[in-house]
């Protein structure tokens, strides 16, 4: 039987992805690999710090198939300087890195460093001080400013490329979602038995935790992988990360369909679910096509509204906090003043699956987007009109979630145990 998940992922075949490349001969032993999918102007930013820093490593942009014209600007503007390659189609994040790990294991660099266009340095000298600990048999990261932590496993974190060969690169197969997740748990495994050590820079780089807009359409991926991931590398057991998750998208889905009347998620959720029973992978293009445009947001008319950190919390002190990546911002929390009795709230994007506790209120303020650098917040305010309706409809959609987990569960057990026999 073929494997869903194997532990060492790796991906011969790469070159059948490249549409174009602008490849150069190899100068150093290090190269920092940058994945860009549609943000042209995230990319001229990071060309333009990554320009002064050839001396040091070798650049190779990976573009996922752009439709903004990142390609033409990279190739007409540092060809002379960087490796552009293209891909003939959206692979999605975990295509688009595992085109580039299995490029960067080819040429026979010694270190990586990876990165996404939308992460920018704060610091100058981060990469400098990311390559100084370089034969130390570690992995260096630097400090994601937006959360106040080490850098996540695609952001400016510096790999040995034997790491790469002995753990797997990352699997095409996820395209988007719990793809990290799932190569960091291999990865660690390789770590601990071969002795490299973490490395922590106090060196910082800029991620949006979210964006403006209400796209869904990667819900598909993030049901699926989450569930297909969870049972074959759990956190804690298969059944309950397993367990948790289809509660949590079954009850969001339920929930969108009784109160919205949007039946995208459900559905969404509906072929999640089928393809973790069959391990299906091959429906990455379609699911994507299918589910693309659609978007979920209020049926009200809406106004995004802009303020800086002060003039928010002043305006919205009282409020709840009803978002844990809010409530847990180092940089945030000096504003914060929540109240635990109000009836009003203050929660992340409408789209995310949070809004279900943010449904408990009267009023919600859905921050969309957050400017950490200049301390911008763009939201919208939303009247719960229907606070009952919405309170039936959330109990509804958590019983009906219940029941379905205990009809499904003998099909959850086998397709777990499976994966774990694998």
Not at 38 to 55: D, F, H, P, R
Not at 141 to 169: D, I, W
Not at 353 to 358: D, E, G, T, Y
């Amino acid at each position: 039987m073929k494997k869903i998940l194997p532990y060492n992922f790796r991906y011969p075949n790469y070159l059948s992805e490249i549409k174009f490349k602008n490849e150069l001969p190899k100068k150093h032993s290090t190269c920092i690999l940058v994945l860009s999918f549609n943000e042209i102007e995230n990319v001229k930013k990071l060309a333009l710090y990554l320009s002064k820093k050839i001396n040091l490593l070798d650049v190779c942009f990976i573009d996922n198939h752009s439709e903004d014209g990142t390609f033409e600007f990279l190739n007409q503007n540092y060809s002379g300087i960087f490796n552009v390659l293209q891909t003939k189609e959206n692979l999605g994040g975990a295509g688009g890195f595992c085109v580039g790990q299995e490029w960067v294991i080819e040429r026979d660099y010694e270190y990586c460093i990876l990165a996404e266009a939308d992460c920018q340095p704060i610091d100058e000298d981060l990469i400098e001080r990311l390559l100084e600990y370089r034969d130390k048999k570690c992995i260096v990261h630097s400090m994601y400013y937006e959360q106040n932590c080490p850098s996540f496993n695609f952001h400016f974190t510096l790999y040995p490329v034997e790491l790469f060969k002995k753990a797997g690169v990352v699997n095409k197969n996820l395209f988007f979602r719990a793809d990290d997740w799932e190569w960091g748990k291999r990865l660690e495994k390789v770590i601990k038995k071969e002795g490299y050590t973490h490395k922590l820079i106090n060196k910082f780089y800029s991620h949006p935790i979210f964006k403006k807009g209400f796209r869904i359409g990667v819900n598909y991926f993030h049901f699926r992988n989450g569930l297909l991931v969870y049972a074959k590398r759990p956190q804690k057991n298969s059944l309950f990360d397993v367990s948790k998750n289809f509660l949590q998208y079954s009850w969001y889905s339920t929930f969108s369909f009784f109160n919205d009347k949007n039946i995208t998620i459900l559905k969404q959720f509906f072929f999640a679910f089928l393809d973790f029973l069959k391990g299906d992978f091959s429906r990455n293009r379609k699911m994507l096509g299918k589910f693309k445009k659609e978007e979920v947001k209020p049926k009200e008319k809406i106004k995004i509204l802009e303020e800086d950190f002060p003039s928010f919390f002043s305006k919205y002190k009282k409020y709840s906090i009803a978002s844990f990546l809010i409530k847990t911002n180092s940089h945030l929390r000096s504003y914060l003043q929540p109240s635990f009795l109000s009836s009003k709230a203050i929660s992340s994007k409408f789209s995310f699956s949070n809004r279900l506790l943010a449904f408990f209120f009267k009023e919600i303020v859905f921050v969309e987007e957050i400017d950490f650098l200049n301390r911008k917040i763009y939201y919208f305010v939303y009247k719960n009109e229907n606070f009952l309706k919405s309170w039936f409809f959330l109990s509804i959609s958590a019983i009906f979630s219940v029941i379905l987990y205990f009809v499904l569960l003998p099909a959850i057990l086998f397709t777990i145990l499976r994966l774990k026999l694998e």
